[in-house]
């Protein structure tokens, strides 16, 4: 088992390694574009920023209607993602675009992409901090060798070649910061969301704004046949499958690797240069592009006893989360799977802990606990109980009714969310959320939680329910912060028809 998830990482790995050398590729033929449209035919970069933006985005908007229109509407109620996305469309994709493009303009494809990779620096300088580490070996010499390549590709060699206006000096600096805040902000929402939405909604806020601000129908520009030509490529090639090839390459390699991979850019740029423009490739080119490609190796390759280490079993410290997986699991450190007979035990021992934390709230359950024995061991049978965690433990587990719950029939002092959650399924029914005490405070809940709507929205269905005890305040928080709306009350009845009553959330999903 452990054998398979180790080959199922690495071919992760590798995935996003290629897609990010794919992306960074296309972003080269991006750049040769940018150049030829602002120095060969005098176009604002402003006007070049709106126009590419907005079209971008109508493309992904639109694969994403077809492809899962269901999950573009869902990420609309989900204002914690919406927030993520918006911050990356300004601070990601509007700002990379407008810096890169003026640092362009100001220079060439070349400086502006020397100024651009600096970002890797930021990158790593953050890495280092936020782990309280040195770089490894292979981090050190893959980006000092993917610096000196990319300097010497741009630069020919001539160290001169850096003394550059002022205004351009601004903007490459800034086009470095906004790089790194492009590889580090969608994180989160790319695992969640994936990439055309994430993309999608981001380049059209970032176009809105941008288009705001520059009101691009004022600025004349002559839409000639070439121009019109070059910029179909620039956004078809070098923005829509640039920008979803590098943000899958950071979905499955990770940040750190898919920014030293993306430094191909300006290897390509100089040889779709070299066939479109014809600018001479020198021996300096050559010796760039050897770097580069150690450097990939370098990045791609694990050490022997790095990649023959044996997992560790967690220990709920939150200095022991991965880089970049933030609160728990969000890069899926973690994974969910359906219960199996082995689990019983564990799931048994995970229950005990949740009634002795509801004992610590001074809830009063019972002598009878909930659930059963046999009423957990029919949920295994079921398919409809789940565990989370990773090759070594077991930390959390739920359960999902896509059947919905019989007592939700029962009469509600308050109101559903959507009609049919009283009887017809067309909601999921969640229970039993119980994280191991060793794991809480990390993040383990929202992680179920939006497994939990990952599950419910792959069966088609319309909303989750659930119930708590009334008195079950940091549940309470937990549901509402995840986007439930408090319904009302239900009064159940337990075998010596003694009622208790349960507060009851839904989430449209």
Request: net charge positive.
């Amino acid at each position: 088992m452990s054998r398979g998830k180790t080959g199922e990482t690495t071919s992760h790995v590798v995935r996003g390694i290629i897609c990010a050398a794919a992306g960074g590729i296309c972003w080269g033929f991006s750049g040769t574009c940018a150049q030829l449209l602002t120095t060969g035919f005098d176009i604002p970069v402003a006007w070049i920023t709106c126009v590419r933006l907005l079209s971008a985005a109508a493309i992904f908007l639109v694969i994403c209607v077809v492809k899962d229109a269901k999950s573009l509407l869902a990420v609309f109620r989900d204002r914690a993602s919406l927030i993520q996305i918006a911050g990356f469309a300004l601070l990601g994709v509007l700002l990379t675009q407008m810096s890169y493009l003026s640092a362009i303009s100001y220079t060439n494809a070349g400086t502006g992409t020397v100024l651009e990779r600096l970002g890797l620096l930021v990158i790593m300088v953050y890495v280092c901090i936020r782990t309280r580490r040195l770089p490894h070996k292979r981090e050190l010499v893959g980006l000092v060798l993917a610096m000196a390549g990319v300097f010497l590709i741009a630069t020919k060699g001539n160290f001169s070649s850096l003394a550059i206006p002022p205004e351009a000096l601004f903007w490459g600096g800034i086009s470095a910061i906004a790089l790194a805040f492009y590889t580090l902000l969608p994180v989160k929402v790319l695992k969640k969301w994936g990439s055309l939405i994430v993309t999608g909604l981001a380049m059209l806020m970032g176009g809105v704004v941008a288009t705001a601000f520059v009101q691009p129908w004022t600025i004349p520009v002559t839409l000639s046949g070439p121009v019109i030509l070059v910029m179909a490529l620039m956004t078809l090639i070098g923005t829509v499958a640039a920008y979803v090839l590098y943000l899958q390459g950071i979905t499955d390699a990770g940040p750190v690797r898919a920014g030293l991979v993306g430094c191909v850019e300006p290897v390509a740029a100089t040889f779709i240069s070299a066939v479109w423009l014809h600018t001479p490739v020198t021996l300096i080119d050559i010796v760039g592009v050897a770097m580069i490609v150690v450097m990939v190796i370098l990045v791609t390759n694990r050490d022997e006893d790095e990649a023959q280490e044996e997992p560790t079993p967690y220990d709920g410290s939150t200095d022991d989360l991965p880089l970049f997986e933030g609160r728990a699991s969000v890069l899926k450190r973690f994974s969910t799977r359906k219960a199996t007979h082995d689990d019983y035990v564990r799931i048994k021992a995970l229950l005990a802990c949740g009634h002795a934390r509801l004992k610590e709230l001074g809830i009063v359950e019972g002598l009878k606990k909930y659930p059963s024995a046999r009423r957990v061991m029919k949920s295994i049978e079921g398919g409809s109980c789940y565990v989370v965690g990773n090759e070594c433990d077991v930390i959390g587990m739920f359960a999902l009714d896509f059947n919905g719950d019989p007592h939700y029939k029962l009469a509600l002092q308050g109101s559903w969310l959507i009609e049919g959650s009283d009887g017809s399924p067309v909601y999921a029914a969640l229970h039993w959320v119980n994280v191991a005490p060793e794991a809480r405070g990390c993040g383990i809940g929202l992680f179920i939680l939006e497994e939990a709507d990952r599950l419910a929205r792959e069966k088609g269905k319309a909303s989750i329910c659930a119930d708590i005890y009334p008195a079950n305040e940091p549940m309470r928080r937990l549901l509402l912060k995840h986007g439930y709306s408090e319904c009302g009350t239900i009064r159940i009845k337990d075998y010596l028809e003694r009622e208790k009553t349960r507060a009851v959330f839904e989430k449209l999903l």
